[in-house]
Nanobody, 127 residues
């Protein structure tokens, strides 16, 4: 069982930046695949970014590519999501997720791929 805790959410003006962090109870977290999803109020949860295990190749949804960056902080056993040039459409609850498996690229955006989820952190971007 892996417990995940997100932090770093808050209120920011459009054009601003936020950095989210995902900490895990598992000491092997630094080698696991990790994804970030978000859920706008009243909408379905959607894929944002992922970082694969091993080489740590990253993938991003079209809506955030070039603005959001996912990275590992191996020394702290954490994964971070740097969000720049935020727009109101980025508002939502952000969740990190992980799995013990090695998901293929086509499955990264599928919620069922990810075994463990955090409780989420709210991000609100004002216009």
């Amino acid at each position: 069982q892996v417990q995940l805790v997100e932090s770093g959410g808050g209120l920011v003006q459009a054009g601003g930046s936020l950095r989210l962090s995902c900490a895990a109870s598992a000491p092997t977290f630094s080698s696991l695949a990790v994804a970030w999803f978000r859920q706008p109020l009243g909408k379905e949860r959607e894929f944002v970014v992922a970082i694969k295990r091993g080489a740590g190749t990253t993938y991003a949804a079209n809506s955030v590519r070039g603005r959001f960056t996912v990275s590992r902080d191996r020394g702290k056993n954490m994964v971070s999501l740097q969000m720049n040039s935020l727009v109101p459409e980025d508002t939502g609850v952000y969740y990190c997720a992980t799995t013990n498996g090695s998901p293929i690229v086509s499955s990264l955006s599928n919620e069922a791929t990810w075994e463990y989820w955090g409780q989420g952190t709210q991000v609100t971007v004002s216009s």
